[in-house]
């Protein structure tokens, strides 16, 4: 799993955050943050197989747990500050994936769709003009 070049904090910046977390998700964080800003490539999955050993067996829940770590708002947080992201980013991001999920399960969302979809690009504007220092 890549993600974009960290354009953030670094690793050691966010250590003070990352400690407030549980021990399993620091050392998450730690390794996945630490070898993707080191290699290049940042891997949920080996992350996890690190972390988690027992569970490394079963490749379906090493996904699935990358998944479920990776969307916990703490965490999101705290890669979004890694990544760069300012929060109205990361709030973008929410958004975005809740229509998805709420257009995928509702079919009959005709006349939910347009204005959803208005409303996140209306702020993804709001974001483009935040990050260019207006």
């Keep these: 799993m890549t993600q974009p070049?960290?354009?953030g904090l670094s690793l050691?910046?966010?250590l003070p955050a990352i400690q407030r977390?549980?021990?399993p998700q620091s050392f998450f964080l730690v390794r996945y943050i630490g070898r993707g800003a080191n290699t290049g490539t940042y891997d949920a999955e080996?992350?996890?197989?690190?972390?988690?050993?027992?569970?490394s067996k079963?490749?379906?829940r090493v996904k699935t747990l990358a998944y479920q770590i990776?969307?916990?708002?703490?965490i999101k947080k705290i890669?979004?500050?890694h990544f760069g992201q300012s929060d109205l980013e990361l709030t973008l991001t929410d958004l975005r994936r809740l229509l998805k999920r709420v257009l995928r399960r509702?079919?009959?969302?005709?006349?939910?769709a347009p204005p959803l979809n208005r409303i996140s690009k209306t702020l993804a504007t709001i974001a483009g003009e935040k990050s260019n220092g207006r």
């Design 5 to 7: 070049k960290s354009t």
């Design 12 to 14: 050691e910046a966010l």
């Design 21 to 23: 977390l549980s021990a």
């Design 46 to 55: 080996e992350a996890v197989r690190i972390t988690y050993p027992r569970i």
């Design 58 to 60: 079963s490749p379906k």
């Design 70 to 74: 990776l969307n916990r708002r703490n």
């Design 79 to 81: 890669l979004a500050l």
């Design 106 to 112: 509702h079919a009959n969302t005709e006349k939910l």
